[in-house]
């Protein structure tokens, strides 16, 4: 049973009354409560507002074969290059296997990530996106063999578009030119828009002649999505993130109603600690889920709980994948299967041999399992050849209308159409027995009208009129087998011929979830297969597991120890820094997203509990120290080649701005940029020093009086304390290093603020290594607010996602060194 197929029907009929506002945006919300009336007229509404808003859709698109099979691509995550599990530093070598097999361990696998090499680090130096990618270690070929390592998985490959950068250097493109020739360069299978309400249709068109891909915009309201006069967006955006949060039912996927079951929507939860909503809303719509952990180099990692329960809804949704996402396009959610009281949710999906239902329960139940009695419909199509004509065949349920998805499936178009008038009862009844899939009839007393129904459902047939009578067959109903999927269990049930009901006990844990499968078909190969596993994930509880965050600690990495020959003599004009025992440190992580744990996309320093993004430490005890007193020039770097032959093992954008292995003319006393982390290190251990420490280098800056920058507490006066900045597209070189004596500290250091960047301090954890990053630079990319943010004075770093050699050099960042004095 692994591919649950039904022939794809027309999405809807004709088109309907206008619904007023309900239904905007990504989610159409539930009924206000659990009774038969109140989801009669709230899916009379949903079914109207389908009508009224796919009708002018073109959704070829989706039926692509190129992209059909995307559809189920339920799991995915926002995966940081930078991410240690991906990328190994220390053999420049990507590790697909061992980030596979960590998803695959702790929460089931993956189908797509979406990999993320630009923000929050773009804006360092002016490399625009396209350039951050061919940075990646090895450059596009790399990419490339990567990308091929997760197709080799049946892993799809996302990467990102950041419309919003328009500061950096001109790509002489187009974005929708630039990304498409990225992405078929390396054999990506699509994009996700950052921050865009929708994606237009110059990606699409400009990728489809070659091959189609998957477009995902972050967010698509209803105007750009369906309700434009012009282009719609849900034509061309196959998939989509998804916000959501819900106080007490779940909603519906909007965008996948109007596509008959086909869009996909991965619920996104970057912050949430806790994702048991997030899961449970996904699996309620048969729709996808955003695993997103490593969140700007902050691990947000899937608790015990979380993890064990999307490893479940993921098992579900991917063997039931091909009827849940576009084999049934009048999927019912909200469907009452259980008592109006009831705190579970379910959907209804069916095809001609299999009706599933999904199912959430919101009670915690401190987690434990309740029975639940669940009154499924069991009705289908076929009735059985030998039933006999004539309206003895059928049981009359008084007063009981059954309307085109309100338990009951219209035969004749459009809905509601008669198939004839002033017909008796009798030969209603001939007219349905002789009809192919017609198992129930619709009888006007009035005026002998006959409506043929299929698909009975008696407990939604809520029209309690008495000029309409139900006649429902009651002969040829087919041998049923009733699957618990989710316990791995077949239960015992019996469908009620005349009602098209069965009623069934299953067990389900608070805050989590169900599947139910009443099949013509018995139980398959491959539905014994996935009921064995799922028999063997569910043997704990959930609520058993623990459901606690616990960040991940960081360290501050010490200097790296070092054998080399010091040449002292290398060493520039140095400043003395006195002891102190009383230094105030005072300093706030300058991040653009994040706030305190679990949002802190900071660090932790030595005396902190967990990372943050305000650091405050009365009385650290700093040595005497020797600091230069500028930081080290493109002379300096080039007298240590001179004296030492040294060269990185990777030398990808090593001093890329000089030309056969010389600065340019009259660049001598500007600060050396493109020299990464590591280099700076090694650099600063052969001259006798090592990189200062984060507090080291606001000291020296700062001093013991707090001030906000080194000269005082007066802001910067440009071209006297600091350099003019600059906000073009090419970034300037920095200014020579003794230009601006008066922005000196007060120790005598000097260019602290305002020219390049300087490296300090690194904090690693278990999945990134992060460098503090302290002064600032000079140029200020324009347009965007997502560029790395500008320290505004001393009481401010920035950080920086630390990832191979040839990403983490940048025209941006220079460094300085220290010894003890």
Request: hydrophobic share 35%; glycine share 8%.
């Amino acid at each position: 049973m692994r591919l649950y197929t039904a022939a794809i029907t027309a999405l809807f009929c004709s088109l309907a009354a206008s619904v007023g506002a309900r239904g905007n945006g990504q989610q159409y919300p539930p009924p206000s409560d659990q009774t038969a009336a109140s989801f009669s007229a709230w899916h009379e509404d949903y079914v109207a507002w389908i009508e009224q808003n796919s009708a002018s859709l073109d959704l070829q698109n989706y039926d692509l074969p190129e992209v059909m099979g995307y559809r189920t691509n339920f799991i995915q995550p926002q995966v940081m290059m930078h991410d240690k599990f991906l990328y190994n530093r220390e053999t420049d070598t990507y590790t697909v296997d061992k980030f596979l097999d960590d998803v695959q361990t702790r929460y089931g696998g993956v189908d797509s990530v979406l990999l993320w090499p630009t923000y929050p680090n773009i804006g360092v130096d002016d490399r625009n996106q396209y350039e951050m990618h061919e940075s990646l270690p090895g450059g596009l070929d790399a990419l490339k063999d990567l990308i091929d390592q997760f197709h080799a998985h049946n892993v799809l490959v996302l990467l990102p578009l950041n419309p919003w950068d328009h500061g950096t250097r001109d790509s002489g493109m187009a974005d929708y030119e630039a990304l498409i020739k990225l992405i078929q360069r390396v054999g990506a299978d699509g994009f996700n828009g950052d921050t865009m309400n929708g994606v237009n249709s110059s990606y699409w068109n400009e990728a489809v002649s070659e091959y189609p891909i998957i477009i995902e915009p972050e967010t698509m309201s209803n105007e750009n999505a369906y309700e434009s006069d012009g282009e719609k967006d849900l034509e061309t955006n196959l998939w989509s993130w998804g916000y959501w949060q819900y106080e007490s039912a779940p909603s519906v996927a909007a965008y996948k109603a109007l596509t008959g079951g086909k869009h996909l929507t991965h619920i996104c939860e970057r912050w949430a600690t806790d994702h048991t909503q997030g899961i449970q809303n996904a699996f309620f719509n048969g729709a996808g889920f955003e695993s997103w952990e490593n969140v700007w180099g902050i691990f947000n990692k899937m608790t015990e709980r979380n993890a064990a329960l999307l490893e479940r809804a993921s098992k579900i949704l991917r063997s039931l994948g091909d009827l849940l996402q576009g084999g049934d396009p009048s999927f019912i959610p909200h469907i009452p299967v259980t008592n109006e009281h009831s705190q579970v949710f379910s959907t209804y999906f069916k095809n001609s041999t299999h009706k599933v239902f999904l199912l959430t329960n919101s009670n915690s139940n401190d987690g434990d399992a309740s029975t639940i009695l669940l009154t499924l419909p069991c009705r289908f199509d076929e009735v059985d050849d030998a039933a006999e004509a004539g309206s003895t065949n059928y049981t009359i349920t008084p007063g009981m209308n059954c309307y085109d998805h309100y338990g009951a499936d219209d035969l004749e178009t459009p809905t509601g159409s008669a198939a004839s008038t002033g017909l008796t009862a009798f030969e209603c009844s001939e007219l349905c027995t002789s009809t192919e899939g017609c198992t129930a009839f619709v009888y006007g007393k009035s005026e002998g009208a006959c409506y043929r129904r299929s698909n009975v459902f008696a407990k939604l047939c809520v029209d309690e009129s008495e000029e309409y009578d139900l006649y429902v067959s009651s002969a040829g109903q087919k041998k049923l087998t009733f699957v618990d999927l989710y316990n791995g269990v077949e239960m015992t049930g019996s469908c009620d011929a005349t009602r098209g009901e069965v009623e069934v006990e299953i067990e389900i844990e608070g805050e989590g979830i169900g599947a139910v499968i009443v099949t013509t078909e018995g139980i398959d190969d491959f539905t014994k297969s996935v009921m064995g596993d799922l028999r063997e994930l569910t043997k704990v509880g959930l609520g058993k597991l623990d459901n606690t965050f616990t960040p991940l600690q960081q360290t501050m990495l010490p200097p790296p120890s070092s054998s080399v020959t010091v040449h002292s003599s290398l060493r520039g004009s140095t400043v003395s820094i006195p002891t102190t025992t009383e230094y105030y440190f005072e300093c706030y992580g300058n991040c653009i997203e994040g706030d305190p744990i679990p949002n802190a996309v900071d660090v932790q320093f030595p005396w902190e509990d967990t990372p943050g993004r305000d650091h405050i430490y009365e009385g650290i005890e700093i040595k005497a120290l020797k600091m230069d007193k500028y930081p080290v020039t493109n002379a300096d770097y080039a007298e240590f080649l001179s004296q030492t032959g040294w060269e990185p093992e990777n030398t990808q954008n090593w001093l890329l701005d000089w030309v056969d292995g010389i600065y340019a003319k009259g660049a001598e006393n500007q600060p050396v940029t493109w020299v990464s982390h590591a280099d700076a290190e090694y650099y600063c251990s052969v001259v006798g020093g090592r990189l200062p420490t984060s507090y080291e280098w606001q000291y020296a800056g700062q001093g013991l009086d707090g001030r906000l920058y080194p000269w005082g507490n007066d802001k910067p006066v440009e071209g006297v304390h600091v350099p003019t900045f600059s906000k073009a597209r090419i970034m300037p070189d920095a200014d020579d290093v003794s230009t601006h004596s008066k922005g000196a500290s007060p120790f005598g250091v000097e260019d602290m603020c305002g020219n390049v960047y300087q490296w300090t301090s690194v904090f690693s954890d278990e999945h990134t290594d992060r460098a503090v990053l302290r002064g600032g630079s000079r140029w200020r990319p324009e347009g965007s607010d997502w560029y790395l943010p500008e320290p505004r004075n001393l009481l401010e770093h920035d950080t920086f996602l630390m990832m191979s050699e040839s990403m983490d050099r940048s025209k941006g960042i220079g460094f300085r060194c220290v010894s003890a004095e």
